[in-house]
């Protein structure tokens, strides 16, 4: 990983005993950079607060987008200055060589870059590691890494720090599916067939209205006949579910009369039997 990143280190122009080609992009830029990575910062947030809490030695831990910009940095402030870890300082490889945050982001994988590893001279009482996070969709969208003195220092935090990562990537992937799921649920739905429900007893015309609605159907509701047929002419419906024994125009002479006017309509004939017949 880091002969590999330091042939394109090479490749890219850089000199190791350069001064480090420090460069931080405009405010514009950074306020947008920042609010497209919204996501990573809020999820990232606290965990770079407590995996800065857990390392008693002089560190800084930050984040980047996609391209190596830093959004985030906590740790020690004189670390923050001497290396430009402030938001908005570019740290991809091409721009600043063998780094961690940049190399993790151009291999892809996790990474350790201790002292003279680095590219730079500038940097070989460095370590850093660092592991590249994925979105929801498996491309990368940012990195994490941990800087601190090549004394203070191991090849064995990438460890802590890719776990770090992964916890990062599952949460970000958890609101993505959250979002996913608000959108369809807030999105228009097709319209279901629409059924006029005939039926006198208030109770049972209430319940199939609901049982019917909850399925996705379109629900008219007539007491009796004469009101149904009336209902037709101005809500034409594809399906009628109708009552047998009703006062006023019973079921019969509703179906009889639909089956004229509407020979293509389904008609569902339901009935507990005859009003008033015991059992």
Same mark, same amino acid.
């Given at each position: 990983?880091?002969?590999?990143?330091?042939?394109?280190?090479?490749?890219?122009?850089?000199?190791?005993?350069?001064?480090?080609?420090?460069?931080?992009?405009?405010?514009?830029?950074?306020?947008?950079?920042?609010?497209?990575?919204?996501?990573?910062?809020?999820?990232?947030?606290?965990?770079?607060?407590?995996?800065?809490?857990?390392?008693?030695?002089?560190?800084?831990?930050?984040?980047?987008?996609?391209?190596?910009?830093?959004? %985030?940095?906590?740790?020690?402030?004189?670390?923050?200055?001497?290396?430009?870890?402030?938001?908005?300082?570019?740290?991809?490889?091409?721009?600043?060589?063998?780094?961690?945050?940049?190399?993790?982001?151009?291999?892809?994988?996790?990474?350790?870059?201790?002292?003279?590893?680095?590219?730079?001279?500038?940097?070989?009482?460095?370590?850093?590691?660092?592991?590249?996070?994925?979105?929801?969709?498996?491309?990368?969208?940012?990195?994490? %890494?941990?800087?601190?003195?090549?004394?203070?220092?191991?090849?064995?935090?990438?460890?802590?720090?890719?776990?770090?990562?992964?916890?990062?990537?599952?949460?970000?992937?958890?609101?993505?599916?959250?979002?996913?799921?608000?959108?369809?649920?807030?999105?228009?739905?097709?319209?279901?067939?629409?059924?006029?429900?005939?039926?006198?007893?208030?109770?049972?015309?209430?319940?199939?209205?609901?049982?019917?609605?909850?399925?996705?159907?379109?629900?008219?509701?007539?007491?009796?006949?004469?009101?149904?047929?009336?209902?037709?002419?101005?809500?034409?419906?594809?399906?009628?579910?109708?009552?047998?024994?009703?006062?006023?125009?019973?079921?019969?002479?509703?179906?009889?009369?639909?089956?004229?006017?509407?020979?293509?309509?389904?008609?569902?004939?339901?009935?507990?039997?005859?009003?008033?017949?015991?059992?």
């Amino acid at each position: 990983v880091i002969f590999d990143s330091w042939r394109r280190s090479s490749a890219a122009g850089h000199e190791r005993s350069s001064a480090p080609p420090f460069r931080r992009v405009s405010d514009d830029e950074l306020s947008q950079r920042m609010a497209s990575n919204a996501d990573l910062l809020a999820v990232a947030a606290p965990h770079v607060k407590r995996l800065s809490a857990m390392l008693n030695v002089p560190h800084v831990v930050y984040v980047t987008d996609a391209e190596g910009i830093v959004l %985030d940095s906590r740790g020690d402030p004189d670390i923050i200055s001497r290396f430009s870890l402030l938001p908005g300082y570019d740290w991809c490889e091409a721009r600043m060589g063998t780094n961690g945050a940049g190399t993790a982001l151009a291999c892809g994988d996790p990474v350790a870059v201790i002292g003279p590893e680095h590219f730079s001279a500038e940097f070989q009482d460095c370590t850093c590691t660092a592991a590249p996070i994925r979105g929801s969709d498996g491309r990368i969208v940012g990195a994490i %890494d941990v800087c601190s003195g090549v004394g203070h220092g191991s090849a064995e935090r990438v460890l802590l720090v890719a776990y770090v990562a992964e916890q990062i990537e599952r949460e970000l992937a958890y609101r993505c599916e959250k979002r996913q799921f608000t959108e369809l649920w807030r999105a228009p739905k097709e319209r279901g067939p629409r059924v006029l429900v005939i039926e006198d007893n208030p109770d049972l015309r209430s319940l199939l209205e609901h049982t019917l609605a909850a399925e996705g159907f379109e629900v008219e509701t007539a007491s009796n006949g004469t009101e149904a047929l009336r209902l037709l002419h101005n809500c034409p419906v594809e399906i009628v579910v109708t009552d047998i024994f009703m006062p006023d125009k019973d079921g019969i002479e509703v179906i009889s009369e639909l089956k004229q006017s509407h020979p293509g309509m389904t008609i569902i004939a339901v009935s507990g039997g005859p009003r008033g017949c015991g059992p």
